[in-house]
Nanobody, 120 residues
Framework: QVQLVESGGGLVQPGGSLRLSCAASGSIFSINAMGWFRQAPGKQRELVGRITDDGRINYTDSVKGRFTISRDNAKNTVDLQMNSLKPEDTAVYYC??????????????WGQGTQVTVSS
């Protein structure tokens, strides 16, 4: 079993910062990438930022220049530093892990989600 445990969500004023952390544990043969997604009420879940095993990073356009994703491959953790937060960043943020099984079967795991609310 693979578990993703997220932490760091909360309530912050516009312009403020939060740091989300996600730690993966369990039987993981090989990790391709880790990332953060978010889902606002009434909207589809969207990718926020993703970092591959060899360090390639991509972000959704709305967070470029404000959010920074980082990863510790040895610890199987991924963080999301969120600066200059806006009310439209309010959502449940989910950690996601892309992996492969020993037989090269693609696998994807989700965390339980953490609420981020940006409001004055």
């Amino acid at each position: 079993q693979v578990q993703l445990v997220e932490s760091g969500g909360g309530l912050v004023q516009p312009g403020g910062s939060l740091r989300l952390s996600c730690a993966a544990s369990g039987s993981i043969f090989s990790i391709n990438a880790m990332g953060w997604f978010r889902q606002a009420p009434g909207k589809q879940r969207e990718l926020v930022g993703r970092i591959t095993d060899d360090g390639r990073i991509n972000y959704t356009d709305s967070v470029k220049g404000r959010f920074t994703i980082s990863r510790d491959n040895a610890k199987n953790t991924v963080d999301l530093q969120m600066n200059s937060l806006k009310p439209e960043d309010t959502a449940v943020y989910y950690c996601g892990l892309e992996a492969r099984s020993r037989s090269n079967y693609p696998l994807f795991y989700w965390g339980q989600g953490t609420q981020v609310t940006v409001s004055s």
